[in-house]
């Protein structure tokens, strides 16, 4: 590629000389071609950098853009992509025209719109696939063939809310957009376009009712392209119907229901339902366009717990949100270690009862601590933890070189006024790790509770027994350092003894790896006074995971609970909720 004129060079003394550097890039592969010229004389060495960039066949395409009136406009955004590898290319308008040299092969051209037409703003979204092959190319993307936008609703006591979203995937491309708009500003150019999905979700509420007893949620989705007739004409009786129950954390309070689809191309749509905030315990009945994936969630105060999500379907079905016992949870994965690096964050440490949940509480204040042979290796704070950004509180630090084995603690406490239940949570891992030549999850695990019959406040009956199913998460992608191959030893016979070993301790949890052995085993033990005093209760296998009937104390207070969990891998769990549930 590079070619030096002369090996040789003279330079006069104080004087100066050149040497000439000739490209040769015929066949050459296209890409960067990077080289050093490198003199020496002597002691003294001196370098600089050559090199070129090859061209693969390449020709100039120009784009033109008309407005509603048929007159050139600059797009406010504008890009060109590649379905296959998701690469984009911005496009600079001036005056309606943008040129850009692109490679020989297949494309996309995608252009939004904005203008006033009549005194009221207008959008026009347009996507148009284009071939570049032997010769330049001109393309016009025109929005007087744009169409409008809506959705009606067969409901009239609901009214549509202002604003909407807007979800478009080609491929490895993808776009999230979010407009305070009224969805009839929108318009989109109808294109037939195989992998393209559109997705234009718009939200109801009740016109007489505040806060609003219900919401409606309608996605009006397509494939292929964007519609010819984008007006999603729903009907109340073709949609699923979820009735959620938000429970209070033991005394009475508000919160924000949120909602969100659950899909991994469109991240972040997890957010507040306009509903505002509802008194707890409090019911909001869900409809929902069926055949597309929803999170929901509840936001209290500084606390946040959510879930991963399932499939609305027609019919009608119930939900449970905030209940008891708010713990760790490794629905999302937390911890890891990178070559003799390791990091854990905070997030994750008070999530609710139910399967696949996650949350945060950034009113808890705590502490994490790496011990290793006996020696504190580090400690950080964990203040404002949030399930959302867990750079917020993190522990980061250096280890040795070589296997070792560590302890984990974190431990985190909070008195604030929406809960009284989990007013201390605590996790304390022994596990062993080794250098790894890229990062991998430490191999952690979390018990998670989902006590059954607690009322909407999450407090039992004074005197009663209550089934309190268990389970295991383990950190997504972790699986033990060392230890024995599983075998499939049965579980115990009877719920005797106050320990259980069994099989496969993987609960239904998308956040389960399932490496435990099968002589995992469990040890329960209640307090009923804030952990002064403990009592071991009986656990036996049930299914995926265990079940314990708590004797529940005959005055009103509450329950914490501590669990041991050991593999016989080497990786054990001490884990203690203080007020997993009240009493009263």
Request: aromatic residues 6%; proline residues 6%.
């Amino acid at each position: 590629m590079l070619r030096l004129g002369t090996q040789r060079l003279d330079v006069p003394a104080g004087g100066q000389a050149s040497v000439t550097v000739t490209v040769d890039a015929a066949g050459k592969a296209p890409g960067e071609h990077v080289g050093t010229v490198t003199a020496t004389s002597g002691d003294t060495v001196v370098r600089t950098f050559a090199g070129a960039y090859v061209e693969p066949e390449s020709y100039d395409v120009t784009v033109n853009a008309l407005d509603r009136q048929g007159q050139p406009v600059d797009p406010w955004m504008a890009e060109i992509y590649d379905a296959k590898s998701g690469k984009t290319m911005g496009l600079a308008f001036q005056n309606g025209t943008a040129t850009v040299r692109l490679a020989k092969g297949d494309w996309n051209l995608f252009t939004e719109t904005a203008e006033r037409v009549d005194g009221r703003s207008s959008f026009t979204t347009a996507v148009s696939p284009f071939k570049v092959d032997g010769a330049d190319l001109r393309l016009t993307t025109d929005a007087r063939q744009g169409r409008a936008a809506g959705a009606t609703l067969d409901d009239p006591t609901a009214e549509r809310q202002r604003g909407f979203d807007l979800g478009l995937v080609h491929g490895a491309w993808s776009l999230t957009a979010f407009a305070t708009a009224d969805v009839g500003s929108q318009r989109f150019v109808p294109v037939r376009l195989a992998g393209l999905t559109y997705d234009l979700h718009t939200t109801w509420l009740s016109k007489d009712v505040t806060p609003s007893p219900y919401v409606y949620d309608l996605v009006d989705h397509h494939t292929d392209g964007l519609p010819d007739n984008p007006v999603y004409d729903a009907r109340k009786r073709d949609l699923a119907k979820i009735t959620t129950t938000y429970r209070a954390s033991g005394t009475a309070a508000t919160g924000a229901p949120m909602s969100g689809r659950s899909s991994d191309k469109f991240p972040g749509t997890l957010m507040g339902i306009p509903v505002g905030d509802i008194p707890l315990p409090g019911t909001l009945v869900h409809y929902r366009t069926p055949g597309v994936a929803y999170e929901d969630g509840l936001q209290v105060g500084g606390s946040i717990v959510f879930g991963a999500g399932g499939l609305a379907r027609r019919g009608q079905t119930g939900e449970t949100v905030n209940a008891a016992v708010t713990g760790p949870s490794f629905l999302l994965p937390n911890g890891g270690r990178t070559g003799d690096e390791l990091l854990f964050t905070g997030a994750g440490m008070f999530a609710d009862g139910g399967r696949e949940r996650t949350g945060s509480d950034s009113a808890a204040t705590g502490t994490a601590t790496l011990t290793g042979d006996g020696k504190t290796l580090a400690t950080a704070d964990l203040v404002g933890c949030d399930a959302f950004d867990t750079r917020t509180c993190e522990l980061r630090t250096a280890l040795p070189a070589g296997p070792g084995t560590y302890t984990l603690t974190a431990s985190m406490h909070r008195q604030v006024p929406y809960s009284t239940l989990s007013t201390a949570v605590e996790s304390a891992w022994t596990f062993r790790s080794a250098t790894t030549v890229k990062e991998q999850p430490l191999p952690l695990t979390a018990v998670r509770y989902g006590p059954a019959d607690l009322d909407s406040f999450n407090r039992a009956k004074p005197g009663s027994l209550t089934r309190l199913p268990l389970w295991l998460d383990h950190n997504p992608g972790s699986s033990p350092s060392a230890g024995p191959s599983s075998d499939s030893s049965a579980a115990p016979s009877s719920g005797s003894s106050a320990d259980s070993s069994a099989g496969t301790s993987s609960g239904s949890s998308a956040g389960t790896s399932g490496w435990s052995s099968s002589r995992t085993s469990i040890r329960l033990e209640m307090s009923a006074d804030d952990g002064a005093h403990w009592r071991r209760i009986p656990v036996v296998r049930t299914g995926s995971g265990w079940t314990s009937m708590v004797p529940n104390p005959r005055t009103p207070g509450f329950v914490s609970l501590r669990a041991t969990v050991t593999d016989p891998s080497g990786t054990d769990l001490t884990q203690t909720i203080t007020r997993a549930y009240a009493i009263g």
